[in-house]
């Protein structure tokens, strides 16, 4: 019983995942057509005056420590957090292994990617005359109101909710 309740959080996770990353397909995808791409949202960010120098700089305004403990948090932290750990003890051949780096490798870019989605909100702010963001929790939710039709903000939602399970119920 205990096998077959691991089996059962293991599919559903590999399911969440599928749908989650076909989310983040989706953020690009509306990006790329009602944007002009992140090219497009970058260069726009960066020549608009009211936003300050330096806005779009990963390390502006951080010290060293700061970015090793970045790099600390989402390479070793991650990877050590109970429910990854747990995932590792279902593996029955070393032999799987070899997919554990690539899949590593795409899942981290595809966060690090995600991450863009508050610059894409900030120009549809200064750009679209979307309403501005007056807490950045609401970021997202704001993006995907704005950009998707209802179906598609109830898919998007539910995603959001899936990535939320699929960290508490491992």
Not at 7 to 32: C, K, R, S, Y
Not at 34 to 39: A, K, T, V
Not at 72 to 86: C, D, K, N, Y
Not at 93 to 98: C, E, G, Q, T, Y
């Given at each position: 019983t205990v096998a077959a309740g691991r089996?059962?959080?293991?599919?559903?996770?590999?399911?969440?995942?599928?749908?989650?990353?076909?989310?983040?397909?989706?953020?690009?995808?509306?990006?790329?057509t009602?944007?002009?791409?992140?090219?497009n949202v970058?260069?726009?960010?960066?020549?608009?005056?009211?936003?300050?120098?330096?806005?779009?700089?990963?390390?502006?305004?951080?010290?060293?420590?700061?970015?090793?403990?970045?790099?600390?948090?989402?390479?070793?932290?991650?990877?050590?957090?109970?429910?990854?750990?747990?995932?590792?003890?279902t593996i029955k051949?070393?032999?799987?292994?070899?997919w554990a780096l690539p899949m590593t490798v795409i899942i981290y870019s595809l966060m690090i990617l995600f991450q863009f989605l508050g610059f894409a909100a900030q120009y549809g702010v200064l750009e679209l005359g979307w309403a501005a963001i007056a807490d950045p929790d609401q970021t997202t939710?704001?993006?995907?109101?704005?950009?998707?039709?209802?179906?598609?903000q109830g898919i998007m939602f539910s995603v959001m909710v899936a990535a939320i399970l699929s960290t508490t119920n491992s």
């Open positions: 089996m059962g959080v293991l599919i559903t996770d590999t399911l969440q995942g599928i749908i989650m990353v076909g989310a983040v397909g989706l953020v690009f995808f509306a990006v790329n009602q944007m002009g791409g992140f090219g970058f260069s726009t960010l960066a020549s608009h005056s009211d936003i300050p120098a330096g806005y779009l700089s990963i390390f502006s305004g951080t010290d060293v420590p700061m970015v090793i403990s970045y790099m600390i948090v989402f390479s070793l932290g991650i990877m050590g957090l109970p429910h990854v750990i747990t995932n590792f003890y051949s070393r032999s799987i292994l070899v939710l704001l993006f995907i109101g704005m950009t998707f039709p209802a179906a598609l």
